[in-house]
């Protein structure tokens, strides 16, 4: 059974930087991608980023591109995201996901398994 088990969120000041990391269990993830999504209150999961397990090719949303990079190691099977220069508008739950490798990486519907979540304040 897959399992991905997010962490490293928290309160942060306007500027400042947070990881977050996705553990993950249960799949042999060659030919797969690792997203990272983002929902705020009263809004649609938003993608963020993803990275191809296999070559570690990577792709943004715009709103993040340049602030953010995401990046996975093999031997501890984890993905992290690397967030920097935090903004109020990136406040959200953050949500780490695993899918086939296909075509559009920002649909939620590409990704068959996801974490719980993990909440990332950024206070103005």
């Known amino acids: 059974q897959v399992q991905l088990v997010e962490s490293g969120g928290g309160l942060v000041q306007a500027g400042g930087s947070l990881r977050l990391s996705c553990a993950a269990s249960?799949?042999?993830?060659?030919?797969?991608?690792m997203g990272w999504f983002r929902q705020a209150p009263g809004k649609e999961r938003e993608f963020v980023a993803a990275i191809r397990w296999s070559d570690g090719y990577t792709y943004y949303a715009d709103s993040v591109k340049g602030r953010f990079t995401i990046s996975r190691d093999f031997a501890k099977i984890t993905v992290y995201l690397q967030m920097n220069s935090l903004k109020p508008e990136d406040t959200a739950v953050y949500y780490c996901?695993?899918?086939?490798?296909?075509?559009?990486?920002?649909?939620?519907?590409?990704?068959?398994?996801w974490g719980q979540g993990t909440q990332v304040t950024v206070s103005s």
């Open positions: 996901a695993t899918g086939p490798y296909g075509h559009s990486w920002s649909s939620p519907q590409v990704y068959d398994y």
């Open positions: 249960g799949r042999t993830f060659s030919g797969y991608i």
